[in-house]
C-alpha cells in the first residue's frame, strides 16, 4: 500500500509526506489514555464536551440550543466546556462570524472553557489551524488501508448521479477507486492526477447507543458510497475533521442535532479504524418555527444578534428555547422563568424530548416580560436598567439630545419602568410613539384659550397644587376629573381631550389619570403651567 506520494495543489498548506510528524507538543501524552466501560463508547474520566459551529452566518436559535445543552451537561457534571470553529469549508465561512459567534455565547451567558481565544491544552480551536494534525492522522488511515486515494473526475460522479437519478436510485459513489492496485495508484500520482481521499465504509451495520433516542442501527454503506474525508484541496471534511477532533480533545458526550444521527455509524467506523473509542452521543430533535417549518438562517428573528437588538435579555431567550426542546420540568409553565442556576440543577437528559417540537413567538415575550420584573426585584440592576434605559431613549429621540427637553432623572426612569413591568414587554416598549410624553414634554400647545378653557386650567391648576401627594393616583384622580368637570360645567371628554394634548401633545395613549399619576403630581402641575403661563 502507498502511504503518501503527492503534495496537495499548492493553493492548500495540506502537504502529505513520508516521516511528517507534525503532533503538538503534549498531544502524544495525552492519547489513548481513556478507559471505557460496558457501553460503546463510555468514557469513565472526566467529562468534555464541545459546540463546534461553522462560521458560515450569525448563531440562531438552533445552534444557541444546542450550545446551551452542551453547556448545561458540562456544569451541572462539573466538565469542561469547549467551543471549537469548524472552518473547513473555506468558500462558505463568512469574515467576522467567528468574533460575532463568541460574543453572542458570551452575551447568552454561555462561557466556554477551552476557546480560540483563551486556548486551552488540546488546542488550536479552530480547524483551518489543525491542518497538520490532520496530514498526520489520514496517514494512519491510508497505511492501515482504511482509506484510499480517488482520482474519479467530477464529471464521472456528475454522470453517476444522473444515471443513478434516471433509474429512480439514490445517488452514490461506486467506489470504484477502492479497488485500484498500488501500481495503478502510483501510476496516477506519478502522472500529477487530481485525487481526494475517502474512507472504506464497511458493510455491516453500526449501532450506538443515543442518549435521547436509545439504540440506534443504521447500515450506511447500503445508502452510501465510500464518503470523501480529504478533498482536493487538502482540506479534511466535516467527517473527518470532527472525529480527529473530539478524539484528541478528548471529548466524552457529543450533543448535536438530530440531522447528524445518520452520519454517526459513520463516525463510529472512523474510529475502529484508527482504534480509538468513541464518545457518547445525544442528538437533539428540531426546533421548528411556530408553523411548523424548519429554521433558516435567512430568518432574522431567529439570530441572537437580531433579538438582542430588540431588546431581548439573554434568559428569556434561553428559557423560550429549552420549552421548544424539553431537558426540565417546565412546571411553571411560561409563567416562571429559570434562572441560570436553576438551569443547570434542573436538566435532565432523559427529559429531553424526542419529537421536533415548535417555537412560539409569543412565549418569548413573555418569558421576556417575566425577566425584567425579575431584574427590577432587586436594586442592584437598577445602575443597568436605567443605563439601557436612556440609551434607548436618546436613539428613539435623536433630536432631542442636545436641547435638554429629554426627561432622564433616575429615579423617574426607575419609576416608569414599575409602573410598566406588568404592560411591557420589551425595554423599547417604553419608547413607542404613544409613551413618548414620558420622556419628552410637548413643544406643540394647544389652543386652549378658546371657549373659555383657559380659567379652568387655571383653576384646576390650583385644586392640584392642594391636593395630598399620597392621595395622588389613578384612581383618585379620575374621580375627581370627572367631580371637577360636572361642577365647572365642562363636557367630561372635552377636558380629557385638552389634558391629554398638554400633557402628551398626542390624541391617543393611556388614560388621562394614569398619564397624571406616572408623570408625577409635580411633572403635570409643570406641563399644565407651561400652557396657562
Not at 434605559?389 to 429615579?411: C, N, Q, W
Not at 398638554?502 to 406616572?518: A, F, H, N, Q, T
Request: proline share 5%.
Amino acid at each position: 500500500m502507498i502511504i503518501l506520494i503527492r503534495i496537495f495543489p499548492k493553493e492548500s498548506t495540506f502537504e502529505l509526506g513520508k516521516g511528517m510528524t507534525g503532533v503538538p507538543c503534549g498531544l502524544k501524552q495525552r492519547r489513548e489514555r481513556r478507559g471505557t466501560d460496558a457501553r460503546f463508547g463510555a468514557r469513565k474520566d472526566q467529562v468534555r464536551v464541545r459546540f463546534a459551529p461553522s462560521p458560515t452566518g450569525s448563531l440562531h436559535l438552533g445552534g444557541l440550543r444546542t450550545a446551551l445543552y452542551n453547556y448545561l451537561f458540562a456544569r451541572a457534571n462539573n466538565g469542561t466546556f469547549i467551543l471549537r470553529i469548524e472552518d473547513t469549508d473555506q468558500t462558505r465561512c463568512i469574515p467576522g462570524a467567528i468574533e460575532k459567534i463568541q460574543n453572542d455565547l458570551l452575551w447568552s451567558g454561555i462561557i466556554s472553557d477551552e476557546d480560540p481565544i483563551r486556548g486551552g491544552p488540546t488546542g488550536p480551536y479552530i480547524q483551518s489551524k489543525r491542518l497538520e494534525i490532520y496530514k498526520e492522522q489520514i496517514l494512519k488511515l491510508l497505511s492501515n488501508q482504511s482509506a484510499y486515494y480517488c482520482f474519479c473526475t467530477e464529471s464521472r460522479l456528475q454522470l453517476l448521479r444522473r444515471e443513478a437519478l434516471k433509474s429512480r436510485q439514490v445517488p452514490k459513489y461506486d467506489n470504484r477507486c477502492r479497488h485500484l492496485s498500488n501500481d495503478e495508484v502510483k501510476e496516477k500520482l506519478d502522472k500529477g492526477c487530481s485525487y481526494c481521499i475517502r474512507f472504506k465504509l464497511s458493510s455491516v451495520s453500526e449501532y450506538f447507543d443515543d442518549m435521547i433516542y436509545g439504540k440506534i442501527v443504521h447500515n450506511v454503506a447500503q445508502t452510501e458510497g465510500d464518503p470523501i474525508i480529504i478533498k482536493t484541496d487538502g482540506y479534511p471534511t466535516y467527517h473527518f475533521a470532527n472525529v480527529v477532533d473530539d478524539h484528541l480533545m478528548e471529548i466524552s458526550h457529543v450533543f448535536r442535532g438530530i440531522e447528524w444521527q445518520i452520519s454517526t455509524p459513520k463516525h463510529i467506523m472512523m474510529y475502529k479504524a484508527f482504534n480509538w473509542t468513541p464518545p457518547i452521543y445525544g442528538h437533539l430533535p428540531l426546533i421548528l418555527n411556530y408553523n411548523g417549518t424548519k429554521l433558516s438562517k435567512r430568518q432574522n428573528d431567529i439570530h441572537i444578534e437580531s433579538l438582542r437588538k430588540d431588546g431581548l435579555f439573554p434568559l428569556a431567550i434561553l428559557n423560550y428555547v429549552i420549552h421548544a426542546g424539553g431537558g426540565f420540568d417546565n412546571k411553571g409553565g411560561a409563567e416562571y422563568i429559570h434562572s441560570y442556576e436553576e438551569l443547570i440543577k434542573q436538566f435532565n437528559v432523559s427529559k429531553i424530548k424526542t419529537n421536533s417540537n415548535k417555537l412560539l413567538p409569543e412565549k418569548l415575550l413573555q418569558f421576556n416580560k417575566l425577566e425584567i420584573s425579575k431584574l427590577l426585584e432587586n436594586e442592584k440592576n437598577n445602575k443597568f436598567l436605567i443605563e439601557r434605559i436612556k440609551t434607548l431613549v436618546m436613539e428613539a429621540f435623536p433630536d432631542r439630545k442636545t436641547d435638554g427637553s429629554l426627561y432622564l432623572d433616575e429615579h423617574h426612569i426607575i419609576k416608569i419602568m414599575k409602573w410598566a413591568q406588568k404592560r411591557m414587554y420589551k425595554l423599547s416598549d417604553l419608547v413607542c410613539p404613544e409613551l413618548a410624553f414620558l420622556w419628552i414634554v410637548p413643544t406643540a400647545p394647544l389652543d386652549v384659550t378658546q371657549s373659555g378653557y383657559l380659567d379652568i386650567l387655571k383653576m384646576l391648576n390650583m385644586k392640584l397644587i392642594e391636593i395630598d401627594v399620597q392621595n395622588y393616583n389613578k384612581v383618585w384622580i379620575n374621580n375627581y376629573l370627572k367631580e371637577f368637570a360636572n361642577e365647572h360645567r365642562i363636557p367630561y371628554p372635552m377636558l380629557m381631550k385638552i389634558l391629554r394634548g398638554i400633557l402628551s401633545g398626542l390624541k391617543d395613549g393611556p388614560p388621562v389619570s394614569e398619564m397624571m399619576e406616572i408623570l408625577g403630581k409635580d411633572s403635570t402641575l409643570l406641563r399644565i403651567n407651561r400652557y396657562i403661563s
